[in-house]
């Protein structure tokens, strides 16, 4: 099954962008990690905060707040399509790197995706 794909964006032939579902859920990870809350008008708690720490001091107390932040943002809004099994985050000088290893209720499949703040020196891989 063909999922929209994010950022919203037309294929080659000028139709909507579709993935595939382990991408999409990839897309939707994202999704909650930088969206703040308060910023979606119908869902006013969805997202994780994780940008309102960008600018705090870069620190080990810093990095277990963004850990639990993803863990419980991730279990709210996505539990009917992931498990989380590991969150690790690290902070390099310029960028809030987190990872995120999960199983995907579908098929079983342990997956992990990194995701980088926005504007950080090392980009998403």
Do not use: C, K, W
Not at 49 to 73: C, I
């Amino acid at each position: 099954m063909a999922e929209l794909d994010f950022p919203f964006r037309f294929d080659a032939v000028g139709r909507t962008a579709t993935t595939r579902l382990d991408d999409h859920v990839r897309d939707l990870i994202e999704e909650v990690l930088f969206t703040s809350p308060g910023e979606r008008v119908m869902r006013p708690d969805f997202g994780s905060g994780l940008l309102g720490l960008v600018f705090e001091p870069n620190s080990s107390t810093l990095a277990a707040t963004v850990q639990v932040l993803v863990a419980s943002a991730l279990q709210q809004h996505l539990s009917h399509l992931i498990a989380v099994q590991a969150v690790e985050v690290s902070n390099d000088s310029a960028a809030l790197r987190v990872d995120v290893a999960y199983v995907l209720l579908l098929d079983g499949s342990l997956r992990s995706g990194r995701f980088v703040s926005p504007g950080g020196l090392l980009g998403g891989a």
